[in-house]
């Protein structure tokens, strides 16, 4: 029979059968819904506005139906609930306009009768999502599981929403049979700062896709100079941009590539770099796209500045560099120690330069791609983190079982 899951996502699903899955929540989920311990499961979509109504408008999900309000049909044991608010308020009120929606009786009734039209009245929930907690009080689960991704209460973007997140994280202490980190540094932000999530806290590292990656180079990167130093991710402040402008000026005869799309105020960086002649900024491409960008590149880059936000990441793209055989150079972030040994971590810009020339060096060396690429385990899959994940979870419900089915193996 397997168990009911209700899974509240911190990223858009729509967006990412549009654009590809590329973030920790939507790896998980998708794995987890494969796995026939699931019997059914309700995504909870973000909620809209005309705001991202407008963004999403030709955007759409293959396949799937419409089969109650507010609910569609992904395939025989998936459900997308969606949930419109047609005001503007989400432009003034951003992340807290979400918190508000989550909350509203207008979201909860919707919710609730859709769950009436499926017959789900008992139910695992696991939430990505601080933003939706209103909702997790208000559905009162037997079972609830967080998956705190990053530290966002070190987001440099939500510096004005620090006590709000950290009440919200004190709810989840509380609350939450688990909670799910990317590392050992948010682990002890949890246990030191939310004494009830003592003994609660797991951290599984992020993980990569089983992707093929190929030789076949992008378009737009031919005429590009080579070497070919490059970065795949959201372009936001947590680059380092005068590192970047430093190694671009200290090594003309490399090209820096960088393929994402913009978060935040960086417009004033990106035109400043982009005069010069061996930095170019690609935009967003679609994340099955991305292996042949990785591929193409001589040596991949990690350039964010080192603080505490980013002490508590843990990069998927450093894992999808050392899957690719790349030589990998980055500045003193966290990284998995499972990944150290395949990263060349630079400390200051002067050993960064040197490093980058090392693995210039490095970069047509086959021992040494081979190397790389062994660095990735079985276990770091997203497969393998997912099951890892229901692993926890059901052992954890096992005592009690749940109505939908009491085996859940």
């Known amino acids: 029979m397997g168990i009911d899951f209700i899974i509240l996502p911190y990223n858009d699903f729509l967006k990412g059968e549009n654009l590809g899955f590329r973030d920790r929540d939507l790896h998980l989920i998708l794995e987890i819904?494969?796995?026939?311990?699931?019997?059914?499961?309700?995504?909870?979509?973000?909620p809209r506005s005309i705001l991202t109504l407008f963004k999403f408008r030709k955007l759409s999900i293959s396949g799937a139906w419409k089969v109650f309000d507010n609910l569609k049909r992904l395939n025989e044991k998936v459900y997308l609930f969606e949930y419109f608010n047609f005001g503007v308020r989400q432009i003034f009120e951003k992340h807290l306009w979400f918190d508000k929606v989550y909350g509203s009786k207008g979201f909860i009734d919707k919710f609730l009768t859709a769950l009436g039209y499926l017959g789900i009245s008992d139910?695992?929930?696991?939430?990505?999502?601080?933003?939706?907690?209103?909702?997790?009080?208000?559905?009162?689960?037997?079972?609830?599981?967080?998956?705190?991704?990053?530290?966002?209460?070190?987001?440099?973007?939500?510096?004005?929403?620090?006590?709000?997140?950290?009440?919200?994280?004190?709810?989840i202490s509380n609350k939450a049979k688990l909670i799910f980190c990317v590392n050992e540094n948010v682990k002890k932000f949890f246990e030191e700062r939310f004494p009830p999530s003592k003994n609660k806290v797991i951290v599984i590292h992020n993980g990569v896709c089983e992707m093929n990656f190929c030789a076949k180079s992008p378009d737009d990167l031919r005429g590009i100079k080579r070497p070919m130093i490059g970065y795949v991710g959201v372009i936001s402040k947590r680059i380092d941009f005068g590192l970047v402008e430093y190694l671009a000026q200290n090594r003309s005869n490399y090209s820096f590539v960088f393929v994402g799309p913009?978060?935040?105020?960086?417009?004033?960086?990106?035109?400043?770099?982009?005069?010069?002649?061996?930095?170019?900024?690609?935009?967003e491409r679609h994340y099955d796209e991305i292996p042949n960008y990785v591929s193409s590149f001589d040596v991949c880059v990690v350039p964010h500045i080192v603080d505490e936000f980013t002490l508590s990441n843990d990069p998927m793209k450093v894992y999808e560099y050392i899957y690719a055989g790349k030589p990998v150079v980055s500045t003193g972030i966290y990284i998995s120690r499972e990944l150290l040994d395949f990263v060349f971590v630079a400390r200051e810009r002067e050993e960064f330069l040197r490093y980058l020339d090392e693995a210039v060096r490095v970069s047509r060396d086959d021992s040494f791609i081979l190397r790389q690429r062994a660095g990735i385990k079985e276990w770091m899959f997203w497969s393998k983190r997912a099951k890892l994940m229901?692993?926890?979870?059901?052992?954890?419900?096992?005592?009690?079982g749940i109505e939908s089915g009491e085996s859940t193996s």
């Not at 494969?34 to 979509?45: A, L, S």
């Not at 559905?139 to 998956?147: H, I, K, M, T």
């Not at 229901?390 to 009690?400: G, N, V």
């Open 33 to 46: 819904i494969k796995d026939e311990r699931v019997r059914r499961v309700v995504i909870v979509e973000r």
């Open 123 to 171: 139910f695992a929930l696991l939430s990505f999502n601080p933003f939706a907690q209103k909702l997790v009080d208000s559905l009162d689960p037997r079972f609830f599981f967080f998956d705190a991704i990053d530290n966002l209460c070190l987001h440099p973007s939500l510096k004005n929403l620090y006590d709000y997140l950290c009440d919200v994280y004190f709810d």
């Open 262 to 283: 913009f978060y935040g105020d960086v417009r004033g960086w990106v035109k400043r770099l982009s005069r010069l002649k061996n930095v170019f900024f690609l935009g």
């Open 390 to 400: 229901l692993d926890k979870i059901l052992a954890a419900i096992q005592p009690r």
